[in-house]
């Protein structure tokens, strides 16, 4: 079924895909991206990319780095974040004067309203494959403790504080190295955002940084401030986007049968969307949105651009005549193959121990 697909990625500081820019994968230049709220400068990776633009590279130096050739990564969203002090005016009546927490949350975007992760803007709870909650434990546990969502609402979201979901943070601007990918930077900062991440107390080490970032003194203390630039970067072996497969200690799930929360094994699709998302929690506001959309082949012209037929359908829920889903009737969307029991034995093989159905471990003082 991948075969008959191919991808592009977009992105742009809120949901709207016709005020996105086509991100050129696996090239060393940034893409620049503004808005009232920050200003951000991105590359995206993708190992073995058959997408658009046309005649896209394949894959990029960044994979040939440490640590991610050791890790065998399969994607990087890499990006400058540098927020702006949003406009607010001041009330009738109000003398403009803020008392001490108010001056404090005035600086910046507090670590706690700084998230990240995937959002749907239509249910996705009947087409969720097998094995998904176990999956979803082992996501928590192996990958990023601090993920929060409900995958069964309205508008289903997976989000994760930034400060402890990013692979990397680098409290400065970091370097443009094309003979690297493009955006190149580890873990730590420029000489006076070192100094700035060590005064919070957060620790030099990126899995240390992250284990740190759960704690809720954590995030009070740390504060993404306006003006200031962040290098950050996502990155891991589990996306497959050359397969479009899931792969997870124990589990193998092909994302093709249900990107999108749609199984693609009668009718196809004309388009299936996966949405990374940088947000603020407590406003809402969207800072950055990258869309990994699938198009059919067909809907696809020569140079790269869509025929109307791709534009008219950008992936929302649809359902055929007399109001059946495309796979309810087979069995919603579930694969007969999967054997959820030896995935979750082959899991806890892999694990060495950690116990997938309790969830994962956290008390007052690691989480939200």
Do not use: C
Not at 29 to 41: G, H, K, N, Q
Not at 51 to 76: C, I, K, T, V, W
Not at 154 to 162: H, I, M, N, R, S
């Amino acid at each position: 079924m991948a075969d008959k697909y191919i991808i592009r990625v977009t992105a742009g500081s809120g949901y709207d895909v016709g005020e996105h820019v086509v991100v050129p994968v696996n090239t060393a230049e940034p893409v620049r991206i503004s808005s009232a709220l920050a200003d951000v400068e991105l590359n995206v990776r993708v190992q073995n990319y058959r997408g658009l633009p046309r005649n896209s590279p394949a894959s990029s130096p960044y994979f040939d780095q440490e640590p991610h050739e050791y890790n065998g990564d399969q994607y990087s969203i890499a990006f400058r974040f540098t927020p702006k002090k949003p406009a607010k005016a001041v009330a009738d009546g109000d003398s403009g004067e803020k008392d001490d927490d108010e001056e404090e949350e005035a600086e910046g975007i507090s670590a706690t309203d700084l998230q990240f992760g995937n959002d749907f803007d239509h249910p996705i709870r009947d087409r969720l494959p097998p094995g998904f909650g176990t999956a979803m434990n082992i996501v928590r546990w192996w990958i990023d403790p601090g993920l929060e969502g409900d995958a069964y609402a309205d508008e289903p979201y997976l989000y994760g504080p930034a400060l402890s979901s990013f692979n990397a943070v680098h409290w400065g601007a970091g370097e443009v190295d094309a003979a690297k990918g493009g955006l190149w930077f580890g873990e730590g900062g420029s000489e006076s955002g070192l100094a700035a991440r060590r005064d919070t107390g957060a620790p030099d080490d990126a899995k240390a940084r992250m284990k740190w970032a759960l704690k809720p003194d954590s995030k009070r203390r740390w504060v993404w401030r306006y003006g200031d630039t962040y290098a950050l970067d996502f990155f891991n072996p589990y996306v497959d986007f050359n397969e479009f497969a899931l792969r997870l200690p124990g589990f193998h799930l092909p994302i093709i049968r249900y990107w999108d929360g749609q199984s693609l094994r009668s009718q196809p699709k004309r388009s299936h969307q996966l949405r990374y998302v940088l947000r603020n929690r407590s406003t809402g506001a969207v800072y950055l949105a990258v869309l990994f959309t699938l198009y059919l082949k067909e809907d696809v012209n020569e140079d790269g651009s869509l025929k109307p037929a791709a534009l008219q359908n950008k992936g929302g829920h649809e359902k055929k005549e007399g109001g059946v889903d495309d796979d309810d009737e087979e069995g919603n969307g579930h694969d007969e193959d999967f054997d959820e029991e030896k995935a979750l034995a082959e899991a806890r093989r892999k694990l060495s121990g950690v116990d997938l159905d309790a969830g994962p471990e956290t008390n007052e003082d690691d989480v939200d």
